[in-house]
């Protein structure tokens, strides 16, 4: 072979399993793929190798003397060289939120149903008076406000 050739790790691995004599149906079994999926593999690295079939291709990448299966590492061929691993782009997120987002690395506040009801029961109570009162103050002093500030008034004096 004159220059090398680089598989894929998915090719090398299905030509492994056809080294050690498995069908489409066992490897795709194994590798937890579709056996048309590892049919598409050994049939992309036997384009690549310039093979005649599958078992050609395999003993191409893992040496046709050899008398034993290789290890799940695979033996080099001189011809075969592997892949150059891609480089990993960094991930930026460019979405910008408005609301705060949760932070997923600590545990979210874990509450009773009663304490949330509570809660809840104790803001509707609070804006009910507030409002009341905020209208109240449209109409005029309420009775019972009166002592209070005539009380403040003494107070700032």
């Given at each position: 072979?004159?220059?090398?050739?680089?598989?894929?790790?998915?090719?090398?691995?299905?030509?492994?399993?056809?080294?050690?004599?498995?069908?489409?149906?066992?490897?795709?079994?194994?590798?937890?793929?579709?056996?048309?999926?590892?049919?598409?593999?050994?049939?992309?690295?036997?384009?690549?190798?310039?093979?005649?079939?599958?078992?050609?291709?395999?003993?191409?990448?893992?040496?046709?003397?050899?008398?034993?299966?290789?290890?799940?590492?695979?033996?080099?061929?001189?011809?075969?060289?592997?892949?150059?691993?891609?480089?990993?782009?960094?991930v930026v997120s460019t979405e910008r939120y408005f609301w705060p987002q949760p932070n997923r690395s600590r545990q979210p506040d874990?509450?009773?149903?009663?304490?949330?009801?509570?809660?809840?029961?104790?803001?509707?109570?609070?804006?009910?008076?507030?409002?009341?009162?905020?209208?109240?103050?449209?109409?005029?002093?309420?009775?019972?406000?009166?002592?209070?500030?005539?009380?403040?008034?003494?107070?700032?004096?």
């Open positions: 072979m004159s220059e090398p050739v680089a598989l894929s790790p998915r090719q090398r691995e299905c030509l492994r399993l056809v080294w050690e004599r498995r069908t489409s149906k066992e490897i795709a079994a194994e590798l937890g793929i579709s056996a048309s999926t590892v049919d598409g593999y050994i049939k992309e690295a036997i384009g690549l190798l310039n093979a005649r079939d599958r078992r050609d291709a395999a003993a191409i990448v893992f040496g046709s003397g050899a008398i034993t299966p290789p290890d799940k590492k695979g033996a080099e061929s001189p011809g075969v060289v592997e892949p150059a691993p891609a480089p990993i782009p960094p874990a509450q009773s149903l009663m304490q949330v009801l509570g809660q809840i029961g104790m803001i509707a109570i609070g804006s009910m008076v507030a409002l009341s009162l905020a209208l109240s103050l449209g109409a005029g002093v309420p009775t019972l406000l009166r002592p209070a500030l005539k009380a403040f008034d003494r107070l700032v004096q």
